[in-house]
Every structure is written in structure tokens, then in C-alpha cells.
């Protein structure tokens, strides 16, 4: 046998496609984020809530990877977003091609932010770039206080942490200061935004913040 | 490698992620194996950190299924995994964290930074030529 030198990633392949939709996306002058979190954290919600207070700023469009239905995406429509549904046939994540392949139809000259809304997963879609300019993971109180030290690399790859529905935080034993522990062990540099997306709840924070990116982007 | 769009919706592996790895690490043998006009690759040497989110033993069972008829039937997968391995900035000490706990294991300081167990990927693979190869292939 004769050993043969490798020593590369083993998604590299997805990475390299990745690499291939962030030049269409900045060729096309848009900004993109990839929203992932558990089923139910409240990724719709917030994908809604954040168009609410930034659609007289930006066109915003939305993208959504769903293992099955059009709910998302006709939630996203009705609101007036330009939408599209990516159904995965059973796929627990979107990974770079399945975004590669719906960019050659979604309108992009029609939105200057793109929402991609991964597959409702705290595992699977970590490992797989997609080549928005940041990825977003939205934890939500329900789900608990010790989410970053069973799902350690979720938390470590994200450039934002929105923290959902902090209305309900009364009612949960919810220990603020071990979940952002943890979080900050796994990733120092994440920027994070307490909210609450059906209230509207420190909403406007983020979306200013996220403003202030798609436009420096821009420059 | 390039692929193109047609050769990527053959190739596009669906369902559990461990799959997906799985089709990946397999397109990645291949083609380093091609490199070197391998006739069999026989090993694959994996270095996994323990930050991954990967199960070898679902790895291995989908390597058993989609790798027939290839160029690496039959390969054997070897795994090393790396633990999570943190500093103490409070005692500057380098530990390994027991599973599901970051704090310093030797002075019980939460001021921990992580330096190890990202680790993901494939470091080398063994193959059988049919003419002995005058040099290995670096990267």
C-alpha cells in the first residue's frame, strides 16, 4: 500500500460552491444571511418581524428549505417578500448547491437582502456553508438554558445569536448567565440580540445593526 | 474539481447529514485516488474533533452502501477522533473538558478558551497502482 497525502476538508466540495454563490450574490449587490435554528424557534417569525421594520429601508427576499409544504414561503409572500420554497425531500439541511441551484431563479434584482431559512435543525446544518455573508442561529427560551454545551457546533459557527422569545423567560427556569456562558466558551466573537419576534421586543436593535451590514457591504 | 450542474444533481446526496458526509469523503477519495491512477484505494485516514458533529459508526454504515463498485470498495475507514482540548486563562493550563462541561477541570475557572477539536477532515488515503508511484502527491 502507498499512502497518498490528502489533508483537506471533507465538505470542501460544498465549500467551493459555497464560495461560488457568494460571488453571485455580490455580483448581484445582495446581502444574504442564513437563518438556522430547532423547529419552532421562531425563524419564520423572525424572518417576518425583521422585514416588518426594514421593508421601507430594504428589499428584502426570502428563501426557505423545508423538508416538505409551502407554508413558510407563503407566510413570507403574503407579507409582500419576493419568496421561494426549496423543499429537501428529506434532507435534514440546505447545503451550498441546493442554494446554488434556486439562485439561478429567484429574482435578485428585486431584493437587496436575502433571508435564507434553513432546514429546522441544531445539528445538521452547522457543517454545511451555504455562502450567505452571515450565518444566524436564533435560540429561544423554551428550548432551554444548556442548548450550547449539547449542541457545541451550531454555536461555534455563527457570526449572530438572536435569543427569542424573551417574553416567556419568567416562566422558564431559564439561567441567562449559564446559557451565555457557554456561549461565549464556543464563540467569543458572536454578536448577540435578546428578542422577542411576535411583540417586536428588541427587534429594532437587530435590525438596525443588520441595516448597518447590508450597507457597509455595500461599500 | 469542478463539477458540473448535472454532475452535482447525480452526485448531491440527500437525507441524513452522516450521508451527505459520507458521499463527500467518498468523491474526495476518488479523486485523489484518480490523481495517482490508483488501481484500489484501500484506507482512508480521518481526523474527526470531537466538536464535529459526526457519528463514525453512521459514517462507516453508509461507506458500506455507497462505495460498491468504486474505486474504493472494500477501503477501510480509519477514525481519529481529537478531544476538545481548551486553555484555562485563569490558571493557563490546556485540558480536555468532560462531555457536556467547559469549565477548568484543574482549577475550576470558567474563563476557558477553546484551542482544539475542530478538526475535520480527510489527512490521507491509501491506494494500490499498478506502477509504483515516483513521488506522493502533496497538496
Known amino acids: 500500500m502507498v499512502q497518498v497525502q490528502v489533508v483537506e476538508n471533507i465538505l470542501s466540495a460544498n465549500d467551493r460552491i459555497a464560495d461560488q454563490n457568494r460571488e453571485r450574490l455580490d455580483q448581484a449587490g445582495v446581502f444574504s444571511i442564513n437563518f438556522m435554528a430547532s423547529p419552532g424557534a421562531g425563524k419564520t417569525s423572525t424572518i417576518l418581524a425583521t422585514h416588518a421594520l426594514l421593508k421601507d429601508r430594504l428589499r428584502v427576499g426570502m428563501i426557505n428549505g423545508d423538508l416538505a409544504s409551502t407554508i413558510d414561503a407563503d407566510r413570507a409572500a403574503g407579507a409582500g417578500m419576493p419568496s421561494m420554497q426549496i423543499n429537501t425531500g428529506g434532507s435534514c439541511h440546505l447545503d451550498a448547491v441546493m442554494l446554488h441551484n434556486a439562485l439561478q431563479n429567484f429574482p435578485l434584482d428585486q431584493v437587496d437582502l436575502l433571508i435564507v431559512e434553513n432546514v429546522g435543525n441544531l445539528v445538521c446544518p452547522a457543517g454545511f456553508q451555504l455562502g450567505t455573508h452571515l450565518n444566524v442561529l436564533i435560540a429561544s427560551i423554551p428550548e432551554g438554558d444548556d442548548k450550547p454545551y449539547k449542541y457545541p457546533p451550531m454555536y461555534r459557527g455563527v457570526n449572530v445569536l438572536l435569543i427569542n422569545k424573551i417574553d416567556v423567560l419568567p416562566y422558564f427556569k431559564f439561567n441567562m448567565d449559564y446559557f451565555r456562558k457557554g456561549v461565549e466558551i464556543l464563540n467569543p466573537e458572536v454578536v448577540t440580540f435578546p428578542i422577542c419576534a411576535t411583540s417586536g421586543e428588541g427587534v429594532g436593535a437587530w435590525v438596525d445593526w443588520l441595516a448597518d451590514q447590508v450597507k457597509r457591504n455595500r461599500r | ?139
Open chain 2, 1 to 139: 474539481m469542478v463539477y458540473t450542474e448535472e454532475e452535482y444533481q447525480q452526485k448531491r446526496p440527500k437525507l441524513m447529514h452522516e450521508l451527505s458526509i459520507t458521499a463527500h469523503l467518498l468523491d474526495l477519495a476518488l479523486q485523489h485516488g484518480a490523481a495517482v491512477n490508483a488501481r484500489r484505494v484501500t484506507d482512508l485516514y480521518l481526523v474527526i474533533g470531537d466538536l464535529s458533529s459526526m457519528v463514525d459508526e453512521s459514517v462507516q454504515f453508509y461507506w458500506d452502501m455507497i462505495t460498491p463498485g468504486t474505486l474504493a470498495e472494500g477501503a477501510q475507514l480509519h477514525f481519529e477522533r481529537v478531544p476538545i482540548k481548551m486553555r484555562c486563562l485563569t490558571c493557563n493550563q490546556e485540558f480536555t473538558p468532560p462531555k457536556g462541561t467547559f469549565g477548568c477541570s484543574l482549577c475550576g475557572s470558567d474563563q476557558v478558551r477553546i484551542i482544539g477539536g475542530d478538526e475535520f477532515r480527510l489527512d490521507s488515503i491509501g491506494v494500490e497502482c499498478d506502477q509504483p508511484l515516483e513521488m506522493e502527491k502533496g497538496t
